[in-house]
C-alpha cells in the first residue's frame, strides 16, 4: 500500500521527489552503523547482487522495527504520493511477486504496475531496483506499527519492538548459521554446520531448548578463526534462564575468564577473553527473544580486535532476529 502510494506518484511524473526523500531517509538512519554503511556501499557497488539487496532489506525492516520515528517519517513522506487507500486486514497480506509483463512495457511490483519509462527507472533504480522491493516487504512493518497489527507470523512483539518467536522447524534453526558468503573475503567454512534436537551438551538450565546449532569458519592469513552457537527455545522466559545459567558460570571461572567491554547486543550480552599461550580467544554470547547464541573469535600472534569480534556476534544475533521475524537471515559481518 505504502509502495502503491509512492508507485502511482513516480507513474504520473511526481515521484521522484518522493523516492529523493525516501533515499535520504533510509540511507541516514541505515549510515549511522559501520555494517548499514557497508551493506549500502555494497549494494551501490552491485545493485543486481541479490544478496546485496537482501542485506539491505533485511537491516531496513530491522530499523523499521526498532525505530518508530522512521517508520512515522517515511509513512509522511509516502502519504502525499496518492489518495489514502484501505489497511489490509490482518491475516490478508499480500503475496508480493516482481516482474514484467509480457512485453516488457510494464514494471510489475505487487499488485502495482508502472510503465517502463525513463522517468519510472530512474526513480526506482535511484538506489537500486532493490528501493521498491525495500519498500513493499519492509512497509508492512510499518502499518504493523501503525495499527498495531503483529501479522499472521506468530509470536509477540518484546519491549523493543522485535518479534520473539519459538523456531520450532529444524531448517530456521539452521538457517541462522553463517555461511562463508556472510563473512568477509578470505574465510571459509571448517567445521560443517550442524543441528541437533535439543540440548545434549547441556549440564544446566537448559529446559525448553528445542534444538543445538554450530559452525565453524576460519581464515589462513592472518589466523583466525570463529565458532558460532545457537540454542533456540520453546519461549523467551527458557531462553533467558539458559542465557543467565551459562553467564553465571562464565562469572565463576575467573582464573580463565576475564570479562570484557562490548557493544550491547540483542535483549541482554555478555563478552569474556580466555588468554592461551601463542594466540588470544574471546567470546559473546547474546540473548535474542527465544535463542541464545554464542561467537567464540580466536586469533594467531596479532591481538585481537575487539571490533572484529563485535561484528561477527552481531552478524549472529541479527540473524537470530531475522529467523524470529519470519524473514530469511542475510545479516553479514563486515571485518
Request: glycine content about 10%; aromatic content about 4%.
Amino acid at each position: 500500500m505504502a509502495v502503491t502510494a509512492m508507485t502511482t506518484g513516480v507513474a504520473s511524473g511526481a515521484g521522484t521527489a518522493v523516492v529523493d526523500d525516501v533515499r535520504e531517509l533510509v540511507r541516514g538512519r541505515l549510515s549511522r552503523s559501520e555494517e548499514g554503511q557497508a551493506a549500502l556501499r555494497r549494494l551501490d557497488a552491485e545493485p543486481e547482487a541479490e544478496d546485496a539487496s537482501d542485506d539491505v532489506r533485511a537491516r531496513l525492516a530491522a530499523a523499521l522495527d526498532d525505530d518508530p520515528e522512521l517508520a512515522r517519517r517515511l509513512w509522511a513522506v509516502l502519504q502525499p504520493a496518492a489518495p489514502p487507500q484501505p489497511v489490509t486486514p490482518p491475516g490478508n497480506h499480500q503475496q508480493i511477486t516482481i516482474g514484467g509483463s509480457a512485453d516488457h512495457s510494464t514494471i510489475v511490483i505487487g499488485p502495482v504496475q508502472l510503465p517502463r519509462t525513463r522517468g519510472v527507472l530512474v526513480a526506482l533504480t535511484t538506489i537500486g531496483v532493490a528501493l521498491a522491493v525495500l519498500l513493499f516487504l519492509g512497509f508492512r512493518s510499518v502499518l504493523d506499527s501503525l495499527t498495531g497489527d503483529d501479522g499472521d507470523g506468530g509470536g509477540t512483539r518484546g519491549a523493543d519492538g522485535n518479534r520473539v518467536t519459538a523456531l520450532k522447524q529444524e531448517e530456521d534453526v539452521r538457517s541462522m548459521l553463517p555461511d562463508s558468503g556472510s563473512i568477509a573475503a578470505g574465510w571459509q567454512n571448517t567445521q560443517a554446520p550442524k543441528v541437533v534436537k535439543g540440548a545434549p551438551d547441556c549440564e544446566g538450565t537448559c529446559a525448553g531448548a528445542l534444538y543445538t546449532a554450530t559452525v565453524r569458519h576460519e581464515r589462513e592469513s592472518p589466523l583466525a578463526g570463529a565458532f558460532f552457537y545457537v540454542q533456540a527455545y520453546d519461549t523467551a522466559d527458557h531462553a533467558a534462564a539458559r542465557f543467565n545459567g551459562v553467564r553465571a558460570e562464565k562469572d565463576e571461572d575467573t582464573d580463565g575468564l576475564d570479562p570484557m567491554s562490548v557493544q550491547s547486543l540483542g535483549d541482554e550480552s555478555v563478552a569474556y577473553r580466555r588468554n592461551i599461550v601463542n594466540s588470544e580467544t574471546a567470546e559473546v554470547g547474546v540473548l535474542v527473544g527465544t535463542v541464545v547464541t554464542w561467537t567464540t573469535y580466536r586469533t594467531g600472534d596479532e591481538s585481537l580486535d575487539p571490533a572484529a569480534l563485535t561484528a561477527l556476534a552481531r552478524m549472529l544475533a541479527d540473524r537470530a532476529q531475522q529467523a524470529q521475524d519470519g524473514r530469511k537471515p542475510v545479516a553479514r559481518a563486515e571485518l
